[in-house]
């Protein structure tokens, strides 16, 4: 298996995993998740809005919008396992890059 199979592989894994959490924590009432720990006001409205396309829900996009920084847990990982799905493996690496000059 090469480095970059592998990398798919563990993308794939942890998207599956994020999933099974999701769904656990949709049925465990509200946990309201503060975004403002991890992301910028900005990257906050563009992650929220993205929930909003990818759920296929966008008319949701402006009331999510006035509780930043509060979003709901389920959403967010559901959210992260849809973009590790899709997204290619240089996108990822980039955020990553991004992420670390942060810290």
């Given at each position: ?26 049925h ?15 990257q ?33 990982m ?26």
């Open positions: 298996m090469t480095k970059t199979e592998l990398r798919e592989a563990t993308r794939n894994l942890a998207a599956h995993l994020l999933d099974i959490a999701s769904t656990e924590c949709a465990h009432g509200c946990n309201d998740f503060d975004l403002s720990n991890f992301l910028t006001y900005e906050q409205v563009a992650f929220v809005k993205a929930y909003g396309e990818v759920n296929g829900d966008p008319e949701e996009t402006p009331h999510r919008l006035k509780l930043l920084p509060s979003f709901p847990d389920n959403c967010a559901f959210l992260c396992a849809e973009l590790l799905r899709y997204s290619r493996t240089d996108e990822i690496q980039e955020l990553i890059v991004e992420l670390k000059k942060k810290r």
